[in-house]
């Protein structure tokens, strides 16, 4: 079981670019997908998660922003980032979330770190200009 994140660059600041989570030895569909990322110096935080229904839930810093979608022929999951800000520089990983991408009250991701697993290797998103 193995996540790969790929498709990182560096994009201007209101730029745009995808990046890709690969899956092996498992079906993407079948479990929750969730994106995290890590700024220098700050703590790993919860981008999105897209479920096994296909229904997608974010966290507010990048609500209207961020788009996650998953191809199931090709068993990867995408994020699609738009209006990049400065702030959202950092390493993007992908993990399984066995609790199928939990929300709070206003539907926003609301995960436990103990029901994520299958971390894969980051891939850096640098916004500058």
């Known amino acids: 079981v193995q996540l790969q994140a790929s498709g990182g660059g560096l994009v201007q600041p209101g730029g745009s670019l995808r990046v890709s989570c690969a899956a092996s030895?498992?079906?993407?569909?079948?479990?929750?997908i969730g994106w995290f990322r890590q700024a220098p110096g700050k703590e790993r935080e919860g981008v999105g998660c897209?479920?096994?229904?296909?229904?997608?839930y974010y966290t507010d810093a990048v609500k209207g922003r961020f788009t996650i979608s998953r191809d199931n022929a090709k068993n990867t999951v995408y994020l699609e980032m738009n209006n990049l800000k400065f702030e959202d520089t950092a390493v993007y990983y992908c993990?399984?979330?066995?609790?199928?991408?939990?929300?709070?009250?206003?539907?926003?991701?609301?995960?436990?770190?103990?029901?994520?697993?299958?971390w894969g290797q980051g891939t850096q998103v640098t916004v500058s200009s």
């Open positions: 897209i479920n096994t229904d296909g229904i997608t």
């Open positions: 030895g498992f079906t993407l569909d079948v479990v929750g």
């Open positions: 993990a399984r979330d066995l609790a199928n991408c939990p929300y709070d009250h206003s539907g926003s991701y609301y995960y436990n770190v103990k029901n994520l697993d299958a």
